[in-house]
């Protein structure tokens, strides 16, 4: 399948499926629930580093409810191919809710920055983009020395499958199908140490896990 063509067809996939996701959902209840999924993940975060109130924090791929959402204190950008949509589709989402963030609307691939950040999430994005590669690349590139990188994944948990998934769309919504290993390796191969790896779902095709990783060099 035509690599920009599976690219866009998730792209649109992605923004049904969360009109569909959000559809009747109270806004206020949603928030709530969503800010404590990420205060959870924190918590995991915590055994392997701390975030200070002076840290710059970047939110790859942010979606409408993304780790942005709980840090108001923090200086925070984040960034999605699709958060001009977001603020159009879904009455859960808009700029002025997060006084405190500077949303942009690009994709990993062609986000823009001079600053560095201490602090950077990834999080169920990365295999949502056109070229992973490079937004790998981009993602390390925005790191300062020491800085922690923490990205979440569905991996392949069988490799027929994961074969079947590339050549198929039988995963719309994910345009790139790897393993655990395979995603890990695109960290450490750029110069960042894997500090841990937790396993945040069980499932059949995919587990979904959190990487945490710390860029070692500048």
Same mark, same amino acid.
């Given at each position: 399948? =035509? +690599?920009?063509?599976?690219?866009?067809?998730?792209?649109?996939?992605?923004? /049904?499926?969360?009109?569909?996701?959000?559809?009747?959902?109270?806004? $206020?209840?949603?928030?709530?629930?969503? /800010?404590?999924?990420? =205060?959870?993940?924190? +918590?995991?975060?915590? *055994?392997?580093?701390?975030?200070?109130?002076?840290?710059?924090?970047?939110?790859?791929?942010?979606?409408?409810?993304?780790?942005?959402?709980?840090? $108001? *204190?923090?200086?925070?950008?984040?960034?999605? $191919?699709?958060?001009?949509? &977001?603020?159009?589709?879904?009455?859960?989402?808009?700029?002025?809710? &997060? $006084?405190?963030?500077?949303?942009? =609307?690009?994709?990993?691939?062609?986000?823009?920055? *001079?600053? /560095?950040?201490?602090?950077?999430?990834?999080? =169920?994005?990365?295999n949502h983009v056109l070229d992973i590669e490079k937004s790998f690349e981009n993602l390390v590139s925005f790191a300062k020395k020491d800085t922690h990188i923490i990205v979440t994944i569905d991996a392949h948990n069988h490799s027929v499958f994961k074969k079947?998934?590339?050549?198929?769309?039988?995963?719309?919504?994910?345009?790139?199908? &790897?393993?655990?290993?395979?995603? *890990? +390796?695109?960290?450490?191969?750029?110069?960042?140490?894997?500090?841990?790896? !937790?396993?945040? /779902?069980?499932?059949?095709?995919?587990?979904? &896990?959190?990487?945490?990783?710390? +860029?070692? !060099? !500048?």
């Amino acid at each position: 399948m =035509n +690599k920009k063509w599976r690219w866009a067809a998730a792209q649109f996939a992605e923004r /049904k499926w969360w009109q569909n996701y959000l559809k009747g959902k109270d806004v $206020p209840a949603y928030l709530t629930w969503k /800010k404590a999924y990420w =205060n959870d993940l924190l +918590k995991i975060c915590a *055994q392997y580093f701390s975030i200070a109130p002076s840290d710059k924090i970047l939110d790859a791929g942010c979606g409408p409810a993304g780790m942005f959402m709980v840090f $108001p *204190q923090n200086e925070t950008v984040a960034f999605d $191919p699709l958060i001009n949509h &977001y603020e159009v589709d879904l009455p859960h989402f808009a700029k002025q809710m &997060y $006084p405190s963030v500077q949303f942009v =609307n690009a994709g990993l691939e062609d986000f823009e920055t *001079q600053n /560095k950040f201490e602090i950077i999430f990834c999080m =169920n994005a990365i295999n949502h983009v056109l070229d992973i590669e490079k937004s790998f690349e981009n993602l390390v590139s925005f790191a300062k020395k020491d800085t922690h990188i923490i990205v979440t994944i569905d991996a392949h948990n069988h490799s027929v499958f994961k074969k079947i998934f590339r050549l198929l769309p039988g995963d719309i919504l994910h345009p790139h199908q &790897y393993d655990l290993d395979e995603y *890990q +390796k695109m960290l450490t191969k750029r110069g960042c140490s894997l500090l841990g790896t !937790e396993l945040l /779902k069980h499932e059949f095709f995919f587990d979904h &896990y959190m990487l945490i990783a710390r +860029k070692n !060099e !500048e």
